[in-house]
């Protein structure tokens, strides 16, 4: 089992630009996870999706942030028009899921994170 | 939503003292508390978790403890060692359905050799 896997690892971007994250989670996984992490600073949650369907993204801004885990290959944080307070390691992390009181389903597998620089 | 609150931010302790962390969570429908651990430029890993049916538990030389009815729980970290050094985060969750996991903003553990 490969573990949660982002890429890219690092990712330079200039402002005004795109950047795609990229995440496929552990094998058998259905829920999906977006984390923000800045320097000296906590996890803070973005978004969590399972297939073709967002759960809570109540912590990703409105604008010029989106995300989408669909039905076929990984999960994709986008930012548009990138801008320096971007900057920040991006984490992505994945449970089991399930219904009901099910051992296991949320705890969290975290992949080694995306670094986006914004120059 | 759920608001995890975690202190100390940081905490020193010499090699082979004890550490504890503490944490508060706000909603009382959340019945799973895990911890994790995040050395420095590495990914967060768990390293031992709670369910609200148990008041404690224990893997060698950490453990942890729940008061649901105070909403609090704690790491305990005994005979630290330097290796111990890291970032600790707490973290609570809903079970069922809706499985969001809100973190605690850390504690950087410094262990002085």
């Known amino acids: 089992n490969a573990g949660v896997m982002q890429n890219p690892r690092h990712l330079v971007r200039r402002r005004g630009q795109e950047a795609r994250l990229r995440c496929s989670p552990m094998k058998g996984h259905s829920h999906v996870y977006w984390y923000r992490q800045l320097p000296e600073e906590g996890l803070k949650f973005m978004v969590y999706l399972q297939k073709e369907n967002i759960i809570d993204e109540s912590g990703m801004p409105k604008e010029r942030f989106s995300a989408e885990f669909p039905k076929e290959g990984p999960s994709i944080l986008r930012i548009q028009q990138v801008v320096r307070g971007d900057s920040a390691a991006y984490f992505c992390?994945?449970?089991?899921?399930?219904?009901?009181?099910?051992?296991?389903?949320?705890?969290?597998?975290f992949g080694a994170g995306s670094r986006l620089t914004v120059l | 939503g759920e608001n995890v609150e975690q202190h100390p931010s940081t905490l020193s302790v010499q090699e082979g003292d004890s550490a504890v962390i503490k944490c508060t969570y706000s909603d009382s429908a959340s019945n799973y508390f895990p911890w994790y651990k995040q050395e420095l430029g590495k990914r967060p890993q768990l390293i031992i978790d709670?369910?609200?049916?148990?008041g404690e538990k224990k893997d060698q030389r950490i453990a942890v403890t729940l008061n649901k009815t105070a909403k609090h729980f704690s790491l305990h970290i005994t005979e630290t060692q330097p290796e111990d050094s890291a970032v600790y985060f707490c973290?609570?969750?809903?079970?069922?359905?809706?499985?969001?996991?809100?973190f605690g903003i850390g504690t950087k553990l410094q262990v002085i050799p």
């Open positions: 992390a994945s449970s089991p899921g399930g219904t009901g009181y099910t051992s296991g389903a949320n705890v969290l597998t």
């Open positions: 709670i369910r609200s049916n148990v």
């Open positions: 973290a609570a969750s809903m079970g069922g359905g809706y499985q969001k996991v809100t």
